[in-house]
């Protein structure tokens, strides 16, 4: 024995040293993202509701696709999903833009350069009223 690389007769074994340290790195990835989800959910929906004059400067769409791989009875499967996620730009009085995610789907509702009171709650927009009055500069 050289004392370099791994010995698989008998101490370091490659396989049952690196591939379980690589499954829990990806463990730990998968349960921190998880929780950073469910934090960021629980401090919207805590954050206090404000409704402020605006003007909607701009609309997105967000498209996620995921693709499952899975073995059934010998046979791999693959199984694909999509989730669009919506986003609406705010631009209020003093100038300063904001994008919301729309969870209350007011995408559809609004246009660009649509103005009136607009209620976000942290990073969601949760209301617009559209308003007949004059534009913002």
Not at 10 to 23: A, E, R
Not at 31 to 59: D, F, M, Q, T
């Amino acid at each position: 024995m050289n004392g370099f690389g791994p010995s698989f007769g008998g101490g370091f074994n490659l396989m049952f040293t690196i591939i379980p340290i690589l499954v829990g790195i990806g463990f730990i990835f998968v349960i921190g993202g998880i929780l950073y989800s469910l934090i960021n959910h629980a401090k919207n929906a805590r954050a206090p509701k404000e409704s402020s004059y605006a003007r909607i400067v701009s609309k997105r769409m967000d498209v996620r696709h995921h693709t499952n791989h899975h073995n059934h009875d010998g046979a791999h499967h693959s199984t694909n999903s999509s989730r669009t996620y919506y986003y609406i730009t705010l631009e209020f009085d003093n100038g300063t833009r904001k994008e919301y995610l729309d969870v209350k789907n007011l995408y559809g509702l609004v246009v660009e350069g649509d103005t009136g009171y607009a209620a976000v709650q942290g990073e969601w927009i949760v209301a617009f009223e559209r308003s007949h009055s004059e534009p913002l500069r």
